[in-house]
Structures are given as C-alpha cells and as structure tokens.
C-alpha cells in the first residue's frame, strides 16, 4: 500500500459527486511516490495546454531559435475572442517574447498564446511533447481558427492528467529544458492571476502569495472552455513538494463561471492534497 493511499482514497470521495467525468494524477516530489484515476485517458486540456506551449517556446530559446529579449510584434491575425487583454489593443503593439510568454500563463491571454504558437510552430510544440515521452498531450490549432468546431474542446487540444503531471514534474524538478529555463517558468507560473481551479481555496493575498512565500508557494494554470475544466500545479509547502494535474469534463451541476461544478470540485481536490502533503498548521481554507 502506498503512503497515499489515505489522500487517494478522500480525492476519490471528493470526485465521486461530480455528475460528469473526472480524472486527475499527483505525484509526491519527495518519495516519488503517484497517484492517480483514469490519468491515461485523453481529456480536452483547454487553456492547461499553454504548458506545453511555455515550455516548448523556452526550448526554442535554448536551441538558440529566439531569445526571450526579442520583440514580437501583435498582428491582426493573432486576434482571438477567449480570455486577455491583447485583443482589446490595436494591433502593431510590441512586446519582448518573454512578456508574451508572461501574458499567456498569468492572465492566460489568447492572443499572447497565438503569438507563442506561431514563434514555436505547432508542429514543435507537439514534436516536443513527444521528445518528453508524452504521447498525447496535442495542440491541433491556433486559437480561433476559424476551421475547427468549437463546441468540442477535443477539436482543439488534449492531454491527459498523467502526461500534464509529468510535464509539472520536469519543470517542478528543473529537468524541463534547462535549470535556468525551469526556474524561469516556474517564476512566471507563481504570479498566475484569478486563481479559480486546484487552488481556488488556498489563501491567497493581493500578489497571489502565500504566508512565508519562500517556502509556501504554488505554480499553476488552468483551463476552462463550457463545460470542460482543468488544472496542473506545482505545490510547495512546509511539509512537502508535489505536483497535480486535475480535468473534470461534462458535468451538469449548479454555478458558471469560476463557480462552477467543476471548479468547485477542482478546488476542493487542490485543497484536500494541499492539507495532505504540504500544508502548515496555520493555512485554513479562503472564504
């Protein structure tokens, strides 16, 4: 029996009362020891598939490709609906690479992300994937492409919990790209703002930090599209370092938005592992 078969067994009580279908994977940083239910299967990864985009972009950066200090510029084509602020702007607006990157994890903006995609290409990101062993997790398409069915998030990208929480492993471990590359990413993921899945109900202050940042602290994104919801975070506390990757898809229960049944079930998993492995004696839940 595994030394989290207890958090195993409450992260299962807690899922069991979402009325649609729910997977998630969490792997213990210390022991190594991984949890997980129906983490294989492929599930619509929403906005959480801007991970792999993060990282395949600072890889293009290690090969030498780009560097985080060049401009790109927003151009009409870039233009999406969905969350941000860039398709409010006029277009010709000019930012370094490393601040689209930040634009595209912290507020998850959609035009940012297209401006990522298309410094990478589609075919990289995937291609990089699939350098870490990670068969499924799949960016079809920029974002508002015009060709695809967007009732189906599967029409846009997917992955699974277990590939996403690998994918969290190798930045949380500093294995993914580089060192520097992985610290770097972890820094721009902890600053993530309108924390509405696995860590909705942590404490969070106006900067999105825990008491005692240096050791309490979570790097996260999320993903939501109708009635899809998804999370990989990377949690660090006074007890113990894990990461978690979390998709609820098609449930009918009561709330939208942020309150929706599956952020509400997100949320209570997050908060179930967080108390488990990591937490100290002083968080208690955010009202």
């Known amino acids: ?131 870490y062993g990670l068969e499924q997790t799949t960016l079809f398409c920029r974002w508002g492409e015009p060709r695809v069915d967007w009732r189906d998030g599967r029409n846009h990208n997917v992955s699974t919990a277990g590939e996403m929480a690998r994918l969290l492993e190798l930045i949380a471990r500093h294995e993914a790209v580089s060192e520097d590359a992985s610290e770097d990413m972890l820094r721009i993921m902890r600053r993530l703002d309108g924390r509405g899945e696995l860590t909705r109900l942590l404490p969070w202050s106006e900067l999105n930090m825990l008491p005692d940042p240096k050791t309490n602290w979570v790097a996260e994104k999320g993903g939501s599209f109708l009635t899809a919801r998804c999370s990989g975070a990377i949690f660090h506390g006074v007890r113990g370092h894990f990461v978690m990757s979390a998709f609820c898809e098609g449930g009918t229960g009561p709330g939208t938005g942020r309150s929706s049944e599956g952020n509400v079930v997100l949320g209570e998993l997050g908060f179930a592992a967080w108390q488990a492995l990591a937490a100290g004696p002083s968080i208690v839940p955010a009202k």
């Open 1 to 131: 029996m595994t030394g989290l078969s207890s958090l195993h067994s409450q992260l299962l009580n807690i899922g069991g009362g979402y009325s649609g279908k729910w997977t998630y994977a969490l792997t213990d940083l210390a022991s190594g020891e991984h949890i997980g239910r129906d983490e294989d299967d492929v599930m619509p990864a929403a906005s959480l598939i801007k991970v792999p985009v993060l990282v395949s972009l600072y890889q293009a950066v290690h090969d030498g490709k780009l560097s985080l200090d060049d401009r790109t510029t927003f151009r009409e084509e870039h233009r999406t609906l969905g969350s941000g602020v860039l398709q409010r702007l006029t277009p010709g607006v000019e930012m370094t690479v490393r601040d689209a990157a930040v634009l595209m994890i912290i507020i998850s903006d959609n035009v940012a992300t297209n401006m990522c995609v298309d410094l990478v290409g589609i075919d990289a990101i995937n291609a990089q994937m699939r350098r």
